[in-house]
């Protein structure tokens, strides 16, 4: 018995030792999350844009624009109005966007990074402060991350103190996030001491997800190995407690006993941490596979029969006119401000009865697999997501989407107004996500407000690292 105390002992020393340095940067920079996403984040006039509706129909419509430029096929186009003028914008084969005048149809040269820089200036209300730099961003880095979606965008530097940038994405008129010069430090330590970014720059996501697997697995086995030993020496513990207070013994280990006190407080929030996470890697190694398939489509001129200007629209609630192509046929597709969208053939002018549902359901298919996808018995239910949820967070950014339900338990959000999938939620995908946002960002504090849950999982992970640097005096001192 003795010596499978001993080895107890002895396992636990390593185990803890070697998570040690994990811990204390996972649990410093949990510390600086709630600075970095709530208190210090930077603030900004506007983050949606809202167009002003349209007073007056502009004088050309698509058709005469496209045929004016010899455009014989494009991607998508639409119609947004800034600096005092209405243009079509079409996005080209070539995968780049151009500004037409839908007054003169003229060209508008750059038109792409002013309409940037227009939207840049709305969001942040500053129309007098010198932009010190625009780029085309078409993958992610340390300043705009994954979390983010949406590529490729706009990164609008503006030349102000704080350093303010601005993402977006012109195509659908809108931020993907802003950073000023604080934001920016403190993403760059949150993603090399949190989600250690720098081991897949070295070699890849996949062998991050896996060392980090390990070594939550390593934080769970010294959790157990702790808890073991406090399980077994619980009588030698009690009558050391009991010759403290009587005075028989000086207390020399304070260090060990404090270590273990906090150690039992906070094992329920260690085991919350470390299950979250193990079960995020683990689904996450088993999600990494080929880039999701994205939908496109390419218009050809002729497909434009019935003039735009012609719709029986209200241009007052129109917000944005774009085409898409489905089950063989080429279609306006109207949004207005309320965030309905309907559908009108480009070759009839008909109307297309719940158009934004079965498009929903066409890209739900196309992106499970195409007409060669499994079949699926039951009904498939499809509702407009306006607002995000458990299920559908923030975190995917897109709204409104259609949410297809399949009978499987699969739900599909799909972006209409751009083709792409939002997001797929499965069995497991759900559970996991109301895992990590229950046990590792304590959501289930919401009730009490964004202050209140923030200070509660800083205690959470202040605890933890009490308990770790206590071990390793626990350690030092036995030396």
Do not use: C
Not at 34 to 43: D, K, Y
Not at 252 to 281: D, E, K, N
Not at 457 to 463: D, F, I, P
Request: glycine share 6%.
């Amino acid at each position: 018995m003795a010596t499978a105390k001993q080895n107890f002992y002895k396992w636990h020393r390593i185990l803890g030792l070697t998570a040690l340095v994990p811990v204390i940067m996972w649990t410093l920079s949990g510390l600086s999350h709630p600075f970095m996403s709530n208190w210090f984040r930077p603030v900004i006039a506007q983050e949606v844009y809202k167009p002003a509706p349209a007073k007056t129909k502009p004088a050309l419509s698509l058709q005469q624009v496209i045929n004016k430029n010899s455009i014989d096929s494009f991607i998508n186009a639409g119609q947004i109005s800034f600096n005092k003028d209405t243009y079509y914008q079409v996005l080209g084969t070539d995968s780049t966007y151009n500004y037409y005048s839908a007054n003169t149809g003229v060209l508008l040269p750059g038109g792409d990074k002013l309409y940037a820089t227009y939207l840049a200036r709305y969001f942040t209300q500053d129309s007098t402060s010198k932009i010190k730099a625009i780029t085309l961003q078409k993958t992610f880095d340390s300043r705009y991350q994954p979390i983010n979606r949406l590529l490729p965008v706009w990164k609008v530097a503006f030349d102000t103190p704080n350093g303010m940038d601005v993402y977006i994405e012109t195509g659908q008129s809108r931020m993907g996030t802003f950073n000023n010069n604080t934001r920016k430090v403190m993403l760059a330590v949150f993603e090399q001491l949190h989600t250690w970014q720098f081991l897949a720059d070295i070699a890849g996501d996949q062998v991050r997800v896996i060392v980090l697997l390990v070594i939550v697995s390593i934080m769970f086995l010294s959790l157990l190995s702790g808890l073991t030993i406090y399980g077994l020496f619980w009588k030698k513990f009690k009558a050391a407690q009991q010759n403290r207070k009587t005075g028989n013994r000086k207390d020399t280990r304070f260090i060990h006993r404090f270590h273990r006190q906090i150690g039992l407080i906070v094992s329920f929030v260690m085991f919350t941490f470390v299950i979250s996470a193990a079960f995020h890697l683990a689904v996450k190694l088993h999600n990494i596979g080929p880039e999701q398939k994205r939908y496109t489509q390419v218009i050809s001129s002729k497909d434009l029969a019935v003039s735009n200007l012609a719709l029986p629209l209200d241009e007052s609630s129109v917000k944005n006119i774009n085409l898409v192509k489905f089950n063989d046929s080429t279609w306006y597709q109207v949004s207005d401000f309320k965030k309905n969208v309907t559908y009108y053939n480009t070759q009839t002018g008909a109307l297309l009865p719940d158009g934004d549902t079965q498009y929903a359901r066409w890209l739900a298919n196309f992106y499970r697999g195409g007409p060669g996808a499994k079949k699926v018995k039951g009904t498939v239910n499809i509702t407009q997501v306006r607002q995000f949820d458990n299920e559908y967070g923030f975190i995917n950014k897109r709204l409104p989407v259609q949410k297809v339900a399949y009978p499987t338990g699969e739900n599909w959000y799909i972006e209409t107004t751009t083709s792409q999938l939002a997001t797929k939620v499965a069995g497991i995908d759900r559970a996991e996500g109301l895992t990590f946002i229950f046990l590792h960002k304590y959501f289930g504090m919401s009730w009490a407000g964004k202050n209140v849950r923030d200070i509660v999982s800083m205690l959470a992970a202040l605890g933890v690292l009490v308990v770790s640097l206590f071990g390793f005096a626990a350690f030092i001192k036995n030396k």
